[in-house]
T-cell receptor, first 114, second 116 residues
């Protein structure tokens, strides 16, 4: 599985867009990019995932570069409740033989400030 | 939908005591997982299940047992608790069909276990 690199921390003003980068330069063609977040003392929360096309859902947008070596998670209007650690995870879709477990790195601690 | 629920939320055990953590999901997911999270460390997979009646070992299975008698429930047992098992335990579930699974996992709120 491809290794990911994220900045350890970022700040964002409330109401502004939060753009969280992730580098995954060794990503393989069959590997997806997943984003999760963990708010303090809570369980991890799935946000979004994608393969090569940009994706959007009610929580966020995921922009993947054309060469797929990096991606950006965008929270369009950050609120104080978005303060959390955000994890970028790269995993291949599975067709047998895998445990299916998510491997969380250190992530980016996003602090949304009033 | 309640999603994934875990009971209890907190527990303190003495060394050598046993307990069972219960995880329940109402999303009809095939796959279920037990993770532990220690301070400054990421999640580590303890055991997982790809369907009712099946279980398998994860990354750190020693000292734990699991059972999946019903599709919606996944139980984690500690037969003889040790201080090294002090941790936060998370259960998760995901869609899976046959051997094809999704990494879109849904987590419970966690159980905070302290072993003294």
């Amino acid at each position: 599985d491809a290794k990911t690199t994220q900045p350890p921390s970022m700040d964002c003003a409330e109401g502004r867009a939060a753009n969280l980068p992730c580098n995954h330069s060794t990503i393989s063609g069959n590997e997806y990019v997943y984003w999760y977040r963990q708010i303090h003392s809570q369980g991890p929360q799935y946000i979004i995932h994608g393969l090569k096309n940009n994706e959007t859902n009610e929580m966020a947008s995921l922009i993947i570069t054309e060469d797929r070596k990096s991606s950006t998670l965008i929270l369009p209007h950050a609120t104080l409740r978005d303060t959390a650690v955000y994890y970028c995870i790269v995993r291949a879709s599975n067709y047998g033989g895998s445990q299916g477990n998510l491997i969380f790195g250190k992530g980016t601690k996003l602090s949304v400030k009033p | 939908n309640a999603g994934v629920t875990q009971t209890p939320k907190f527990r303190v055990l003495k060394t050598g005591q046993s307990m069972t953590l219960l995880c329940a999901q109402d999303m009809n997911h095939e796959y279920m997982y037990w993770y532990r999270q220690d301070p400054g460390m990421g999640l580590r997979l303890i055991h997982y299940s790809v369907g009712e009646g099946t279980t398998a070992k994860g990354e750190v299975p020693d000292g734990y047992n699991v059972s999946r008698l019903k599709k919606q429930n996944f139980l984690l047992g500690l037969e003889s608790a040790a201080p090294s098992q002090t941790s936060v335990y998370f259960c998760a579930s995901s869609y899976g069909q046959g051997m094809r699974l999704s990494y879109e996992q849904y987590f419970g709120p966690g159980t905070r276990l302290t072993v003294t």
